[in-house]
């Protein structure tokens, strides 16, 4: 028996990361700032939506892993093999839109960070797009991600400042089993927000990078049972960081202001970490936002590089040079240049940047939720392995819901709410 637990524990290291590196990289720049300013803003109101993604990034996440290892093929090559090229070009533009946005939010962190130790963007902005391109392009960017996955591991810090804040945990978890949905709150720019929260917690780039990544490290059927633990362990885990940065706001920021706060600068933000951090909270904020800024605005660049060439066999770069393989490095430059040259535009908001950028995932992500439910229920491809009724309904349940919330979001707009 204790052979047995240890032959268990020695599989689930072996193919353990995947799910956990893509479900923490998920806590990056824009979703530190659409957490905080969820709490900032609406207080716990949103936590119960905390709770019920972390069950939906669960199975979208478990649902690629799943994917990857029946198939051995990323999704970007079985959207091509099973709908052909002109549903392709229209997922990964679906992605490309995406990524984009989301590499502006990272650039927007970088910028936003170094502003705190009084560096301008016009310098630091420009320096960190050489600085990440020539990392990934001369090939040595794994061990800068080894420091800088470290460095963001600071976010943690916001679980021990949301149970140091003292909030009222009988308030916390009646607004978790019965939330307020009083009508009159869906204005507009709650709708946004909220799509904005699910937009940065269940992202359409992650699932072109877990089902990738996966295949990449070559996990076999016999072992997906641990792959779906380092799935769920994942999800869990960085929706506990998210729910905690909540908090953490709602009661350091909204309750300490009296009322409703919008973010408008790094400084606000980093009131959350007060608790932990006490008159170093700044610096620490800074710190933290400034790795997983700059490990995102990598590795988001990078998996839209890799989905392209990927989809329609190009040849991948980082071990090979420029001119033998134009197409990968011609997608990365060109999103790291967009990233960078969107956040130096006269008058661009950068927190509002990094909302607006998650609250586009949300607006896209059923785009790519509808082509994985295809992927996964034909037998063709997955054979036994295709979804369960429960993970159709709530993963239909969840684009759905999304559609609407867009929709509503539009109406509301139009008519001036």
Not at 121 to 132: E, L
């Amino acid at each position: 028996m204790r052979r047995l637990g240890r032959y268990r524990l020695l599989a689930f290291l072996a193919v353990v990361g995947p799910g956990i590196i893509t479900s923490a990289a998920d806590n990056d720049a824009g979703g530190v700032i659409t957490y905080t300013q969820a709490g900032a803003m609406y207080r716990y109101d949103l936590l119960w939506v905390i709770i019920v993604i972390t069950f939906a990034l669960a199975m979208i996440q478990e649902m690629c892993a799943r994917m990857g290892v029946v198939t051995q093929k990323g999704l970007g090559e079985l959207i091509r093999e099973n709908f052909g090229v002109k549903w392709t070009m229209f997922a990964l533009s679906t992605l490309l839109i995406a990524n984009l946005g989301v590499t502006v939010a990272e650039f927007a962190g970088i910028a936003v960070s170094l502003e705190i130790f009084g560096l301008p963007r016009y310098i630091t902005v420009p320096v960190a797009a050489i600085v990440i391109w020539m990392l990934v392009v001369k090939g040595t960017f794994k061990i800068v991600e080894k420091v800088f996955m470290g460095i963001a591991v600071l976010y943690a810090t916001y679980i021990v400042s949301g149970i140091l804040a003292r909030p009222d945990w009988g308030e916390v978890f009646r607004n978790i089993y019965a939330p307020d949905l009083n009508p009159a709150k869906l204005t507009p720019q709650f709708l946004f927000l909220t799509i904005a929260v699910i937009g940065t917690t269940i992202t359409p780039w992650m699932q072109f990078f877990l089902q990738a990544t996966v295949v990449d490290k070559g996990i076999r059927s016999e072992d997906y049972v641990y792959q779906k633990l380092d799935v769920f362990v994942g999800s869990f885990m960085t929706d506990l960081v998210s729910f905690f940065m909540i908090v953490a706001a709602a009661v350091m920021i909204h309750d300490a202001r009296g009322g409703p706060v919008a973010i408008n600068n790094a400084a606000e933000a980093a009131a959350a970490l007060k608790p932990v951090a006490h008159g170093f909270a700044e610096k620490l904020f800074a710190i933290g936002l400034l790795g997983a800024s700059t490990l995102a605005a990598a590795v988001v660049p990078l998996s839209t590089a890799y989905t392209y060439s990927e989809a329609f066999g190009w040849e991948i770069g980082i071990s090979r040079k420029f001119s033998e393989a134009p197409v990968f490095y011609g997608v990365y430059t060109f999103s790291i240049l967009f990233g960078a040259i969107v956040v130096l535009l006269p008058n661009v908001h950068l927190v509002n940047a990094m909302i607006n950028a998650q609250a586009v995932n949300g607006i896209l992500l059923p785009v790519i939720l509808v082509f994985m439910l295809k992927l996964v229920n034909r037998k063709d491809v997955m054979g036994c392995y295709t979804n369960s009724r429960i993970y159709n309904i709530a993963v239909w349940a969840m684009a759905i819901v999304l559609i609407l919330m867009t929709l509503g979001w539009l109406v509301g707009l139009a008519l001036g709410y």
